[in-house]
């Protein structure tokens, strides 16, 4: 937001999209963008996970506990399945 008026660019709804425009701005290094870029990416990955392991969306990969430790496996009676092992491997 500190930059939006000055580059046209940022002012989009896509995450991704304003990341590119960052990068290209000389705003943070090419590393850091890239760094970023597969930190969400990642992040969507494990959202997307906990909607089909929960059924319902989540906004984080904390357990049913709701501790700050995320959970090792996911919630019981769902541990089957691609979801589950991306759970697994991703917020476990």
């Not at 930190?39 to 969306?57: I, M, S």
């Amino acid at each position: 937001m500190r930059y939006a008026s000055e580059i046209d660019a940022l002012h989009n709804t896509s995450t991704l999209e304003s990341l590119d425009a960052i990068a290209e701005a000389d705003l943070i290094s090419a590393e850091d963008a890239e760094l970023l870029r597969h930190a969400w990416l990642a992040a969507t990955r494990a959202r997307n996970a906990l909607v089909l392991v929960r059924g319902k969306p989540a906004t984080s990969c904390l357990g049913p506990d709701a501790s700050s430790t995320p959970s090792r496996s996911p919630p019981a009676g769902k541990r089957t399945g691609t979801a589950a092992r991306f759970w697994t491997t991703t917020c476990g």
